[in-house]
Nanobody, 125 residues
Framework: QVQLVESGGGLVQAGGSLRLSCAAS????????MAWFRQAPGKEREFVST????????YYSDFVKGRFTISRDNAKNTVYLQMNSLKPEDTAVYYC??????????????????WGQGTQVTVSS
């Protein structure tokens, strides 16, 4: 399995931006579809975005569409989440996940091979 480490979280004011990174190691990164999920306090973990093996395809949940952008650099074994126009409701722990069994990740948490430890994003109003 691939090992994942997120970074880039922090405290930001509403309307601000953050860029999350997820560095992978251990296996061939380009063989994994990648995704971002998040979990707010007291809520279940929810899907945010996914990107295909090559990076040519992306998909977003409705609540981040137009504000967040997922990308990957297979040469650097890293997936990114650029978050713009942040809202207080975006406050959550953000996790990256890797899936080896499909071209793109799924909305469900099931089927992902590896998860990172998470990075906290806090958006103040």
């Amino acid at each position: 399995q691939v090992q994942l480490v997120e970074s880039g979280g922090g405290l930001v004011q509403a309307g601000g931006s953050l860029r999350l990174s997820c560095a992978a190691s251990g296996r061939t990164f380009s063989a994994y579809a990648m995704a971002w999920f998040r979990q707010a306090p007291g809520k279940e973990r929810e899907f945010v975005s996914t990107i295909t093996l090559s990076g040519g395809g992306t998909y977003y949940s409705d609540f981040v569409k137009g504000r967040f952008t997922i990308s990957r650099d297979n040469a650097k074994n890293t997936v990114y989440l650029q978050m713009n126009s942040l809202k207080p409701e975006d406050t959550a722990v953000y996790y990256c996940a890797a899936m080896s069994t499909a071209v793109a990740g799924t909305i469900s948490e099931l089927g992902y091979d590896s998860w990172g430890q998470g990075t906290q994003v806090t958006v103040s109003s």
